[in-house]
């Protein structure tokens, strides 16, 4: 599943920093790339390290978005990944392997924390695909549009239920991974030093974005 709140939260702190001009483009590009949950389209297609770089984006307000996606995505692992080392480390025993289940379960936390701050559905209406970066259908770009739509109208107001309605409609294989995963936030929503972590994950993700990309 995508946690694209916690996407949009960060993007719209950093697009001064972009020098964005359309909103509507930028925005667009910040969904973009988990679209390929949907698409199917390979990741390294959508999440590629050279998104990062100002000789993709350029002028392109699109791209920026896109940009500032995968930005993200490199910052925030990094950060989760260092402040839940001894958690991470644990589950993954668990696992014989690395754990998505308790990855996902942490980034849906935070998107339920940055909920609380920041209102997602005043950004929906800007958010519809009239052309494909990388060859997909138009319908199931915007298939994924409305998944996030019914995700995310009620955005000030999420609950853990909401995330498995979500996970269920992005795959409908996941029913019986949706319901472990949820149980695992529950579960984790009971640690107060968890939830104290996670109140503090936005804030530090900025500080090393300002350190290790800031353009």
Same mark, same amino acid.
């Given at each position: 599943?995508?946690?694209?709140l916690?996407?949009? =939260? ?9 020098? +964005?001009?359309?909103? @509507?483009k930028?925005? /667009?590009? +910040?969904? $973009?790339?988990? *679209?390929?949950v949907?698409? #199917?389209?390979? =990741?390294?297609?959508?999440?590629n390290?050279?998104?990062t770089?100002?000789e !993709? ?10 940009a ?5 995505d ?6 989760m990944?260092?402040?839940?080392y001894? %958690? !991470?480390? #644990?589950?993954d ?5 690395? *754990?998505?289940?308790?990855?996902l ?6 998107? %339920? ?9 005043? $950004?929906?209406?800007?958010? @519809?695909?009239?052309?494909?970066? /990388?060859?997909?259908?138009?319908n199931?770009?915007n =298939?994924? @549009? ?9 955005s000030? @107001?999420?609950t +853990? ?5 979500? %996970?269920?409609? !992005?795959?409908?294989? =996941?029913?019986? *991974? ?5 149980k695992?936030?529950?579960?984790? /929503?009971?640690?107060?030093?968890? /939830?104290? #972590?996670i ?5 530090i993700s900025?500080e ?8």
């Open positions: 599943m995508s946690c694209e916690s996407h949009m =939260r960060f993007s719209s702190a950093i697009k001064n920093d972009l020098k +964005v001009v359309d909103n @509507n930028y925005f /667009q590009g +910040v969904t $973009y790339p988990d *679209s390929r949907v698409t #199917k389209v390979i =990741r390294n297609f959508t999440h390290i050279k998104y770089k100002t !993709f984006f350029e002028s392109d307000d699109f791209k920026k978005g896109w500032s996606h995968v930005i993200y490199i910052v925030h692992n990094n950060v990944e260092e402040m839940f001894e %958690l !991470f480390k #644990k589950e025993s668990i696992n014989n392997g690395y *754990s998505s289940t308790i990855r379960a942490i980034k849906i936390l935070h998107d %339920l924390e940055d909920a609380k701050k920041f209102d997602f559905s005043q $950004y929906l209406p800007l958010i @519809n695909y009239d052309f494909s970066p /990388q060859g997909e259908s138009i199931m770009l =298939r994924y @549009n409305d998944i996030l739509y019914e995700s995310y109208k009620n000030m @107001n999420l +853990v239920e909401d995330y498995k309605k979500s %996970l269920k409609k !992005f795959d409908n294989k =996941r029913n019986e *991974s949706a319901d472990i995963i949820v695992k936030v529950i579960d984790l /929503q009971k640690s107060k030093d968890i /939830q104290d #972590k109140e503090n994950i936005y804030k900025l090393v974005y300002k350190k290790d990309f800031l353009l």
